[in-house]
Nanobody, 122 residues
Framework: QVTLVESGGGLVRAGDSLSLSCVAS????????VAWFRQAPGIEREFVGA????????WYGSAVEGRFRIFRDNAESTSSLHMNNLRPEDTAVYFC???????????????WGQGTQVTVSS
């Protein structure tokens, strides 16, 4: 069983940068693809991005392409989401997710964190 814990959320202003972290415990982190999703009130969960088990491949959702980047450190069992040029519409709860096998843009991930709130003021 893999447990994921996100941290780093907070209140920032439009144009600011913020980094989120996801720490995994249990299982073999290097076997897992990792993704980040977000969910705002009243809106379906949205794919933010994903990174392959090796870190060699990354995908991003169209809303964040060019502004957000995902990294991972398999030795530390961590993934990070670096967010630049934040906008009010980026306000959401951000979730880290992981699964064995290949990456996916859909939310069919086996393991989920509890989420961390990011609020961007205008």
């Amino acid at each position: 069983q893999v447990t994921l814990v996100e941290s780093g959320g907070g209140l920032v202003r439009a144009g600011d940068s913020l980094s989120l972290s996801c720490v995994a415990s249990g299982g073999t982190f290097s076997d897992l693809a990792v993704a980040w999703f977000r969910q705002a009130p009243g809106i379906e969960r949205e794919f933010v991005g994903a990174i392959s088990w090796s870190g060699g491949v990354t995908w991003y959702g169209s809303a964040v392409e060019g502004r957000f980047r995902i990294f991972r450190d398999n030795a530390e069992s961590t993934s990070s989401l670096h967010m630049n040029n934040l906008r009010p519409e980026d306000t959401a709860v951000y979730f880290c997710a992981a699964k064995g096998g290949s990456m996916s843009r859909t939310d069919n991930y086996h393991y989920w964190g509890q989420g961390t709130q990011v609020t961007v003021s205008s």
